[in-house]
């Protein structure tokens, strides 16, 4: 599976972000997508994922903030009232049996 992210960047606290990323592969249309990010200094931590079939699952701290849809083998998220603490390398993610990664994108928010 490649994965291809793009989006991120700079934004202020209260606003909005999207990130998109485009699997392929072999089994890009039977793996879940999603996003995992990693804030210096802790650990590598769940944001969102979405399976073929449309189950959604969130962590607790981006719940009813972040958006995650699904194109085909394009996911998207859409992160709005973002909060410093959302700062932070996002990696694109599909799972099937195991997790493939994409590259990182950073996103930072200023306070």
């Known amino acids: 599976v490649q994965l291809q992210a793009y989006g991120g960047g700079l934004a202020q606290a209260g606003g909005s972000l999207r990130l998109s990323c485009d699997a392929s592969?072999?089994?890009?249309?039977?793996?879940?997508l999603g996003w995992y990010r990693q804030a210096p200094g802790k650990e590598r931590e769940l944001v969102a994922r979405i399976t073929p079939g449309g189950s959604i699952e969130y962590g607790a701290s981006v719940k009813g903030r972040f958006t995650i849809s699904r194109d085909g083998n394009t996911v998207y998220l859409q992160m709005n009232s973002l909060k410093p603490e959302d700062t932070a390398v996002y990696y694109c993610?599909?799972?099937?049996?195991?997790?493939?990664w994409g590259q990182g994108t950073l996103v930072t928010v200023s306070s």
């Open positions: 592969g072999r089994i890009s249309n039977v793996a879940a």
């Open positions: 993610v599909a799972r099937y049996n195991r997790n493939y």
